[in-house]
């Protein structure tokens, strides 16, 4: 019955060894995975804020021209003041 006992000692310590490395890969894995993930949200967000500014800048460029007609504003049919006329009269 030792010999049982040696071998059952013997399988759980190599048991107990296989379950340890197998979460330290997966503790490996993740926390890569993980770091990946953050670096792409943190691209994401550069990104995000390089649009932003963009957008910023061509409000810009609009706000700048607004003393000259825009091109979609001759499209607009124009209104002729004619109340103000007939109040003067």
């Known amino acids: ?10 399988s759980t310590a190599d048991m107990t060894v296989f379950v340890q490395n197998l979460l ?3 503790q490996t894995r993740f926390q890569t995975m993980s770091e990946s ?3 792409k949200i943190d691209e994401m967000g550069n990104r995000i804020d390089e649009l ?3 957008i910023n800048d061509l409000r810009g460029e609009m706000g700048q021209d607004a003393a000259a007609p ?3 504003a001759s499209l607009k ?3 002729e003041p004619t109340k103000p006329a007939d109040d003067s009269a």
């Open 1 to 10: 019955m030792d010999g049982q006992d040696g071998d059952n000692k013997q």
């Open 24 to 26: 330290q890969q997966m």
């Open 37 to 39: 993930i953050i670096s």
């Open 52 to 54: 932003e500014q963009s």
């Open 70 to 72: 825009s091109p979609s």
């Open 77 to 79: 049919p124009k209104e």
